[in-house]
T-cell receptor, first 112, second 115 residues
Framework: DAMVIQNPRYQVTQFGKPVTLSCSQT?????MYWYQQKSSQAPKLLFH???????NEADTPDNFQSRRPNTSFCFLDIRSPGLGDAAMYLC???????????FGPGTRLTVL | AQSVAQPEDQVNVAEGNPLTVKCTYS??????LFWYVQYPNRGLQFLLK??????LVKGSYGFEAEFNKSQTSFHLKKPSALVSDSALYFC?????????????FGQGTTLQVKP
């Protein structure tokens, strides 16, 4: 089945230790999104890729970076995680920007 | 400003009874509206969307939503609730500014269906 996969599902890191979260998709969608969701709050968009074109939200901290080496994969890098970065990170894809977004299962990040 | 409001933090219904989860929106132009459901420690699952056409939209798992332009609402409904419907529900509207496809989410409504 075509799907959005996120690895790992749970990630524990130490304060200040870089961490990378992974997202892959078999839908062959052009757009990939990264959202941050804290404590059952509304998801907050961090950035998205339209093909290779990176689009950062204005209020996304510099601590968050992303890479999309090919259509299928997208990575979220947190350079120096703080306690406030503990959250669920959701990856989503859509065929094109106006289309429905399909979400992966999420990665829950804990920062010690 | 574009926004989505879900006025109820929690909705409680008995199994077998009809349920409604409320959503109102504020956008410029014609809205693209979505409902998603989230189970604990899981991602968001798409339920249904309204782009254009019939005001009553049917979606997954027996859910439907009614678009009401005059009341700027897009309430989620189901004729007969199941205990397994208990989850967190998000209404969202597409941000029509720019061309990002960004979704603006409401704060979510927890649905509790009791046996």
């Amino acid at each position: 089945d075509a799907m959005v996969i996120q690895n790992p599902r749970y990630q524990v890191t130490q304060f200040g230790k870089p961490v990378t979260l992974s997202c892959s998709q078999t839908l062959n969608h052009n757009v990939m999104y990264w959202y941050q969701q804290k404590s059952s709050q509304a998801p907050k968009l961090l950035f998205h890729y339209y093909d290779k074109d990176f689009n950062n939200e204005a209020d996304t901290p510099d601590n968050f970076q992303s890479r999309r080496p090919n259509t299928s994969f997208c990575f979220l890098d947190i350079r120096s995680p703080g306690l406030g970065d503990a959250a669920m990170y959701l990856c989503a894809t859509s065929r094109d920007r106006p289309d429905t977004q399909y979400f992966g299962p999420g990665t829950r990040l804990t920062v010690l | 400003a574009q926004s989505v409001a879900q006025p109820e933090d929690q909705v409680n219904v008995a199994e077998g009874n009809p349920l409604t989860v409320k959503c109102t929106y504020s956008v410029s132009g014609n809205p693209y509206l979505f409902w998603y459901v989230q189970y604990p420690n899981r991602g968001l699952q798409f339920l249904l969307k309204y782009i254009t056409g019939d005001n009553l939209v049917k979606g997954s798992y027996g859910f439907e939503a009614e678009f009401n332009k005059s009341q700027t609402s897009f309430h989620l409904k189901k004729p007969s609730a199941l205990v397994s419907d208990s989850a967190l529900y998000f209404c969202a509207v597409r941000d029509m500014r720019g061309n990002t496809g960004k979704l603006i989410f409401g704060q979510g409504t927890t649905l509790q269906v009791k046996p």
